[in-house]
């Protein structure tokens, strides 16, 4: 069973559309962050968020963590061709340590 | 931006063979850990170390074991490698500000191929 489970597990849209992919648990999270991964490449930090509720913005990316700090989401406002890549979300559960468990990932294509 | 050089970036073995992984970092960090990503299973902890000689398992460390000699270098080897670790292995290093938020910088990869 994956302790955090990402949805859609693809999503394959039009330039200009905008998105929102979902990270859910039922573990409460002392932090949780976002990664973009690109093919032959490591994954790359987005944001971490860690106050229940929060929110962040990214320039056209919106994260938003749960009052609960059970789940977050990320939304891509007018989706670029640049945007494509895999989304992960990430969360160290409160008193894990310093372990960050990821996510299954959702894969992202925009196309023009 | 923190340096990790991970080798070799590919390989192909055969089932059997011991296989050594290598992650270098430039930054004297002091959390590394290591991660293979499989299809419809994102990333997950093999091993990770948070000092010289002083490591931990993760959630899939059967069949893997690691050492850390040096604050730089992060060894993650496969003593008899079956086609199961066939996989992408990631090292990572932990560069956040010291309020334990665990953001991790993470190498380009090694594609292991164990036929």
């Known amino acids: 069973t994956q302790l955090l489970e990402q949805s859609p597990q693809f999503l394959s849209i039009q330039e200009g559309e905008n998105l929102t992919v979902y990270c859910n648990s039922s573990?409460?999270?002392?932090?949780l962050q976002w990664y973009r991964q690109e093919p032959g490449e490591g994954p790359v930090l987005l944001v971490t968020?860690?106050?229940?509720?929060e929110v962040k913005k990214l320039k056209r990316l919106t994260f938003q963590f749960g009052d609960a700090r059970k789940d977050s989401s990320l939304h891509i406002t007018a989706a670029q061709t640049g945007d494509t890549g895999l989304y992960l979300c990430?969360?160290?559960?409160?008193?894990?340590?310093?372990?960050?468990?990821f996510g299954t990932g959702t894969q992202l294509k925009v196309e023009l | 931006d923190a340096g990790i050089t991970q080798s070799p970036r590919h390989k192909v073995t055969e089932t059997g063979t011991p296989v050594t992984l290598r992650c270098h970092q430039t930054?004297?960090?002091?959390?590394m850990y290591w991660y293979r990503q499989d299809p419809g299973h994102g990333l997950r902890l093999i091993h990770y170390?948070?000092?010289?000689?002083?490591?931990d398992k993760g959630e899939v460390s059967d069949g893997y074991s690691v050492s850390r000699s040096k604050t730089e270098d992060f060894l993650l080897t496969l003593e008899s490698a079956t086609s199961s670790q066939t996989s992408v292995y990631f090292c990572?290093?932990?560069?956040?500000?010291?309020?334990?938020?665990?953001?991790?910088?993470f190498g380009e990869g090694s594609r292991l191929t164990v036929l």
């Open positions: 990572a290093i932990s560069v956040g500000s010291g309020s334990n938020t665990g953001e991790l910088f």
């Open positions: 573990s409460v999270f002392s932090s």
């Open positions: 968020v860690v106050t229940g509720g």
């Open positions: 990430a969360g160290i559960l409160t008193g894990g340590g310093n372990k960050l468990t």
């Open positions: 930054e004297n960090h002091r959390y």
């Open positions: 170390s948070y000092g010289v000689k002083d490591t």
